[in-house]
């Protein structure tokens, strides 16, 4: 199958700096991408959608000032997590949907820790 | 609203079958898709349902109906790597994915 590889898998920050996730679909194009979070014992919550040549679509109660979200191509999207903070440690996922949006592949998630 | 219900966990016993079943109410349909999450890692892709049925795929076998608006995932010969997460999740008619909590699958031998 399709694969999506998520970097870094693992990282850990000191309060206040930013940090950047990227996620890159290797063997086709993917248009969509989404983002997850997802807390301890809970489901994925999607946290925006993104398209590449345009603004990121943010879920209600996400703050896109401080998840940047960038598609720059057809095989890269960023989120970049600003002036993170102890609460922003969580697993984050991504996902990119094949053109015919019939199957959608996930990265292998970044677990991130604020310090 | 939208909704997606499936159960919280179940307990199944090593090369028994167990079914897990998943109910959704959501704004328009466009497939239902299954995937298993082990503890710490992302998900990844089981099934992928768009037509009622039975879509089998090795010792995984998943069922549609739209009609109910329901679906179950059919897990056979089952193994202790079988126990993880099992994702049920509904894309809608903006082609948004819609998850369910997840149903935790307890293998024992």
């Known amino acids: 199958g399709a694969v999506v590889s998520q970097h870094p898998s693992r990282v850990i920050c000191k309060s206040g700096t930013s940090v950047k996730i990227e996620c890159r679909s290797l063997d086709f194009q993917a248009t969509t991408m989404f983002w997850y979070r997802q807390f301890p014992k809970k489901s994925l919550m999607l946290m925006a959608t993104s398209n590449e040549g345009s603004k990121a679509t943010y879920e209600q109660g996400v703050e896109k000032d401080k998840f940047l979200i960038n598609h720059a191509s057809l095989t890269l999207s960023t989120l970049t997590v600003t002036s993170a903070h102890p609460e922003d440690s969580s697993f984050y996922i991504c996902?990119?949907?094949?053109?015919?949006?019939?199957?959608?592949?996930f990265g292998q998630g970044t677990r991130l820790t604020v310090v | 609203g939208q909704n997606i219900d499936q159960p919280t966990e179940m307990t199944a016993t090593e090369g028994a079958i167990v079914q897990i079943n998943c109910t959704y109410q959501t704004s328009g349909f466009n497939g239902l898709f299954w995937y298993q999450q082990h503890a710490g890692e992302a998900p990844t892709f089981l099934s992928y349902?768009?037509l009622d049925g039975l879509e089998e795929k090795g010792r995984f076998s998943s069922f549609l109906s739209r009609s109910k608006g329901y679906s179950y995932l059919l897990l056979k010969e089952l193994q202790m790597k079988d126990s993880a997460s099992y994702l049920c999740?509904?894309?809608?008619?903006?082609?948004?994915?819609?998850w369910g909590a997840g149903t935790k699958l307890i293998i024992k031998p």
């Open positions: 349902n768009v």
């Open positions: 996902s990119a949907r094949t053109t015919s949006g019939t199957e959608a592949f």
């Open positions: 999740a509904v894309l809608d008619s903006n082609y948004q994915l819609i």
